[in-house]
């Protein structure tokens, strides 16, 4: 199984309504990333949480850090057609393993109009 | 505009051929990274460079090479490919090491092996 897991994997959700993604971590947590991917494009950062109980927005895509669970969530409200994308979470899993991330599989969002 | 190149975009390969995928930063970051994207699987860290003149290998290096040519610079070489790496491939990089700078990543290189 990976060390960063993600769900769901995919999820439709109609326009305006809100949805949740989740990461969650056999191991400790050395800061979380989320990133977002069009299809057929490359990741743009969205938001990093290092804290435990550490809260980030920005527009209407909230994420929260669970230090002790080693779980995050990314949480959008009102869904908009620019939603759409996969959502990927990466984290530091060794303290000493100096900037290298390990991703989440990923979970691929369609919102309908 | 600032960040991250790779090239190229596209790329078919017959089994058995060598090819080279570049990368190239224009931020300063001191590290960069190749990952691989297959489908269901996330990212999978292939090779790192933490600063110029190093190198280590990732999750998943075997059957790759890397040369980090300058600070700038950091290119993945396939020797001999195999259909296994048909992958999407990312070239990354951040200002520094340690887990609080998230990275920059570039457009992508869509390999496919025949």
């Known amino acids: 199984s990976q060390e960063l897991e993600q769900s769901p994997q995919s999820l439709i959700v109609q326009e305006g309504k809100n949805l949740t993604i989740n990461c969650t971590s056999s191991k400790t947590l050395y800061g979380l990333y989320w990133y977002k991917q069009k299809y057929g494009e490359g990741l743009i950062f969205l938001m990093m949480l290092q804290k435990g109980g550490e809260e980030k927005s920005h527009e209407k895509i909230t994420a929260k850090l669970d230090e002790k669970k080693q779980q995050s969530s990314l949480h959008i409200t009102a869904s908009q057609p620019s939603h759409a994308g996969i959502y990927l979470c990466g984290a530091g899993l060794r303290k000493a393993a100096g900037n290298k991330l390990t991703f989440g599989g990923g979970t691929r969002v369609l919102v309908k109009p | 505009n600032a960040g991250v190149t790779q090239t190229p975009k596209f790329q078919v390969l017959k089994t058995g051929q060598s090819m080279t995928l570049q990368c190239a930063q224009d931020?300063?970051?001191?590290?960069m990274y190749w990952y691989r994207q297959d489908p269901g699987m996330g990212l999978r860290l292939i090779y790192y460079?933490?600063?110029?003149?190093?190198?280590d290998k990732g999750e998943v290096p075997n059957g790759y090479n890397v040369s980090r040519l300058n600070k700038r610079e950091f290119s993945l070489r396939l020797e001999s490919a195999a259909p296994s790496q048909t992958s999407v491939y990312f070239c990354?990089?951040?200002?520094?090491?340690?887990?609080?700078?998230?990275?920059?990543f570039g457009s992508g290189t869509r390999l496919t092996v025949v």
């Open positions: 990354a990089s951040s200002p520094q090491g340690g887990p609080n700078y998230g990275y920059t």
């Open positions: 460079s933490a600063s110029e003149g190093t190198t």
């Open positions: 931020m300063n970051h001191n590290s």
